[in-house]
């Protein structure tokens, strides 16, 4: 089978390392990429935004399976694209896909599905958004109704600050407040069938003990050994088959892989969000703990032919990333610096480095292309273990400004931050 990943990001680095691992793979192509992935695959340039793109990309080189990152393809419509010429693709239609695209449309969704979600009101201007808030009361939560590329959501205190975000939207979704910690289910979607890969938890905030600014996410783990042995059949239930069958009944099947986004409240699991792809920085910590193989298990999602591909296997292993952004990053990261060590960081035992904003310089150097410019992995017999592989890697690379979170995974480790 050959497979092709659409992307250029830390998550498609580790989707293409993982179908490479894949002995039902043989050969794995990869468009636009970046300097990681073109180590160990063969990429191409694309216009990831041009679904036609996308499909003659995929025609040209025969793929038997396409694999679509990010979201913003998919909600221009790359998946329907790729199916339309003929060949085999793992991700949503853009109308399903909708349920990343629109946060209302996925509200309305979960309504008519009975998930359990925050309460919420879909607001247009100043007026409807101020009284959303005064009902939903603080800490008060606003969100961009489009795509927003992690930095749509607003989490406030501050009443002004969250009427100034509703009305810089176009349309807002204002909601009442989820308390409780977060946690990312991935379900495999064939439509019909869907099966859950490991749970993981993500950092979305720039700095230690969650501080700072929304990012695209700055670290992950897995597994989570503090959840509940029952979260993941209870979301099953209570989250991901009703919403399927919703889509299916609308005529819009999902088929793909939908990102349940939880907060684990005091009443019960509540879906924060739903995305419509891999979700990263998770990805990178879920996918090397798989044991099924992954391009089999994803061309079977693509072709409706889950029913018989469970249940997955996984290696007790825990894996923990951290993630290096830019300085500036997330409000303004300034990129072209240096990157330095990261031979010696991918030399360490169990480490792996998944590249992201990278761009190779005309003179060999490697440098900073991007908000977040790459992740270690760490790979290991339990979370501390993993956790001090990653912080050993990636304190041996060097970035001028560079960002990271000494305490990624600590709590759940039970360990203290590492210094940076
Ligand atoms: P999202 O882009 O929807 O994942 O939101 C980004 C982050 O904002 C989430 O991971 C949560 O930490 C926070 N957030 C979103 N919605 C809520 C909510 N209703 N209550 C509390 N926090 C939220
Ligand atoms: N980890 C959050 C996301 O992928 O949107």
């Given amino acids: 089978m050959k497979a092709l990943v659409i992307g250029s990001g830390a998550r498609e680095h580790a989707l293409t390392a993982a179908l490479s691992a894949d002995p039902g793979v043989t050969s794995v192509h990869a468009a636009p990429g970046n300097p990681g992935i073109a180590a160990e695959a063969e990429t191409h340039p694309v216009d990831v935004s041009s679904p036609v793109a996308v499909a003659d990309l995929a025609v040209a080189l025969s793929a038997d399976l396409v694999v679509i990152g990010p979201e913003a393809p998919l909600v221009a419509g790359a998946a329907d694209a790729v199916r339309d010429r003929g060949l085999v693709c793992f991700g949503p239609s853009a109308a399903a896909a909708r349920l990343e695209g629109s946060k209302a449309f996925a509200k309305q969704v979960m309504a008519a599905a009975g998930v359990p979600t925050a309460d919420s009101a879909v607001c247009v201007g100043k007026e409807e958004a101020a009284a959303a808030l005064d009902r939903f009361g603080p800490p008060y939560v606003v969100k961009d109704d489009g795509l927003a590329a992690g930095k749509g959501v607003v989490v406030t205190d501050d009443r002004e600050d969250a009427l100034t975000h509703a009305a810089a939207c176009e349309r807002a979704v204002v909601e009442e407040y989820l308390s409780g910690p977060e946690v990312s289910l991935f379900a495999v979607c064939d439509g019909e069938t869907a099966l859950p890969l490991a749970a993981a938890q993500d950092f979305k905030r720039l700095g230690d003990d969650d501080r700072g600014p929304n990012t ?4 992950a783990y897995s597994p989570l050994p503090w959840v509940p042995a029952t979260l993941t059949d ?4 209570s989250v991901v088959a009703p919403t399927l069958a919703e889509m299916r009944r609308r005529g819009t099947p999902f088929t793909g892989l939908l990102y349940v ?5 005091p009443g019960g699991p509540r879906v924060v969000e739903f995305n419509a792809r891999f ?3 998770e990805t990178q910590v879920v996918l090397p703990r798989l044991r099924t193989p992954l391009g089999g298990l994803l061309h079977a999602g693509a072709i409706g032919g889950l029913a018989g591909a469970g249940p997955l296997e996984w290696s007790p292993d825990a894996a923990v990333t951290v993630v290096l952004a830019a300085p500036g990053y997330p409000g303004a990261p300034r990129t072209g610096g240096e990157l330095l060590g990261v031979a010696a960081a991918a030399a360490v035992p169990g480490a792996r480095v998944l590249h992201a904003g990278t761009t190779q310089g005309d003179d060999g150097s490697l440098r900073s292309a991007g908000g977040r410019v790459l992740s270690v992995v760490g790979r290991g017999a339990d979370l501390a273990a993993a956790r001090a592989t990653a912080y ?3 304190g ?3 970035l001028d400004g560079g960002q990271f979170r000494a305490d990624i995974a600590a709590h759940a480790a039970g360990d203290a931050p590492v210094a940076p």
């Avoid at 695209?216 to 670290?219: E, F, K, V």
């Avoid at 986004?261 to 409240?265: F, H, I, R």
Wanted: glycine share 22%.
């Fill in 234 to 237: 209870d979301v099953f239930e």
């Fill in 279 to 281: 979700g990263d920085p």
């Fill in 216 to 219: 695209g996410g700055m670290g």
């Fill in 392 to 394: 050993d890697a990636i």
């Fill in 261 to 265: 986004g939880l907060a684990l409240t």
């Fill in 396 to 398: 041996r690379i060097t």
